[in-house]
């Protein structure tokens, strides 16, 4: 056992074969997904981050197949994040050239090209981050050239603060949680004037969260395309404030229907918001400092519009201590025979840290639904966005791993 691990089964889910349906598609719909896909497949350097199929460890599992989608690649971040929060600074700043000129339309290409950097320069996009979302929306500040602050908390390491700062952003932190960094940032747009771009909506704050994750879509649906149209019969989604968990979940529906997957939420024991929320029946806020080694995850509040996906489109939900997240991320680098070595963080890997914690209590595996004939896609968020710590972690650097 590498520790506590608890499962629960959401009394809310839809039943199979529940159409995906109007109220979910106004938060999040076929179209935006696709005017995303178009966005940001334009963007310099895109490129489909590879599936990997896991033969050795879905036999070592007891499962029929494993994939794991590898966001190690994205855009050279290092995580899938780098899908959503450069898409919605890109929105943000296509709106303003829009209104500052009058024009209809103006694209991601013509931000690029440097044709409106007079409206654009102007402008400062800010938002609160654990590490990969602030990275995502320095990157994009840096792409179409605005300026860009963005806030952390205290328990964010320096590697992470680093890759945030080398985009060119100013780094600010905040005493107490994510969640206190969340407050702050948006507190000081306010008094400055700047674009939160967050990826957590709450009342009144919508649209640009809804970007964020249609971003993320982007990664579903070449999965769909990788997997040559055959659906899992699981998806382990890990989740923060869960915004990546449905906007992956509501591009399967879409696609798949009734035939769409199981939908798991993993998150760690002391951060488990979504989790509570789908015990209760309603958000639950959960306290405290949400300490956790998954940096991404570390989250109390889940996202008003990823609780209307997740409440009917998640079955279950997993809590895992970080012993599991460790253990996963050494299991994929020195993988089961035939497989490729893998890098993933310490969030990246949890997906699989619920899967081993399914082998330890066969109570999880039954509340999950998992047997022999199960096919598992694991997404794989994210590679080694703290080089310092993965070392410390897996006793090699990413590059001793893939050599
Ligand atoms: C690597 C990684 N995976 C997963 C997540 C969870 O995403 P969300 O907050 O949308 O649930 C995060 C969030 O920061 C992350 O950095």
Redesign the pocket.
């Given at each position: 056992m590498k520790g506590e691990a608890r499962a629960i089964r959401n009394a809310a889910a839809a039943p199979p074969g529940e159409p995906y349906g109007a109220p979910r598609a106004a938060v999040m719909s076929r179209d935006r997904f696709d005017a995303a896909l178009a966005e940001i497949s334009s963007w310099p350097g895109y490129q489909a981050t590879p599936l990997h199929r896991l033969d050795g460890l879905a036999a070592r599992l007891g499962l029929a197949a494993l994939w794991y989608k590898d966001?190690r690649g994205r855009f050279g971040l290092g995580?899938?994040?780098a899908l959503?929060g450069a898409y919605a600074v890109a929105n943000v700043l296509r709106g303003k050239v829009m209104a500052a000129r009058g024009l209809p339309n103006v694209t991601s290409q013509q931000l690029l090209s440097g044709a409106y950097a007079e409206v654009v320069r102007q402008a400062t996009v800010t938002c609160a981050?654990?590490?990969?979302?602030g990275r995502s929306v320095a990157w994009g500040a840096q792409l179409f050239g605005c300026a860009c602050v963005i806030f952390v908390h205290e328990h964010v390491s320096q590697g992470r603060r680093d890759a945030i700062a080398k985009y060119g952003a100013e780094v600010r932190e905040v005493k107490g949680n994510y969640d206190d960094a969340v407050r702050h940032a948006a507190a000081t747009a306010r008094e400055n004037g700047w674009t939160v771009v967050s990826?957590?909506s709450y009342p009144g704050y919508r649209d640009i969260p809804l970007d964020?994750?249609h971003g993320?879509g982007v990664m579903a649906a070449e999965v769909a395309q990788q997997l040559g149209g055959a659906p899992p019969t699981h998806v382990f989604?890990?989740?923060?404030?869960?915004?990546?968990?449905?906007?992956v979940c509501a591009s399967f529906w879409l696609r798949w229907g009734a035939a769409r997957p199981r939908f798991v939420v993993v998150e760690p024991t002391h951060a488990d918001c979504?989790y509570r929320s789908l015990e209760a029946g309603r958000p639950v806020v959960v306290g405290g400092d949400l300490d956790t080694v998954?940096?991404?995850?570390a989250?109390g509040e889940v996202?008003e519009l990823?609780w209307e996906i997740l409440r009917g489109g998640a079955n279950a939900a997993v809590a895992l201590g970080d012993g599991y997240a460790l253990d996963a991320m050494k299991l994929l680098a020195g993988p089961a025979a035939g497989d490729p070595p893998i890098v993933a963080?310490e969030?990246?890997g949890?997906g699989l840290g619920a899967l081993l914690a399914a082998q330890d209590y066969p109570e999880i595996r039954a509340t999950l639904a998992l047997d022999a004939g199960s096919r598992v896609l694991l997404?794989g968020?994210?590679g080694d966005?703290d080089p310092a710590i993965y070392r410390q972690v897996v006793g090699r650097s990413a590059q001793e791993v893939l050599a």
């Open positions: 966001e995580s899938f994040k959503g981050t654990d590490g990969n979302h990826d957590t964020v994750m993320y989604a890990q989740a923060g404030v869960g915004a990546l968990a449905a906007a979504v998954m940096a991404g995850l989250c996202s990823a963080g969030t990246g949890a997404l968020s994210e966005t």
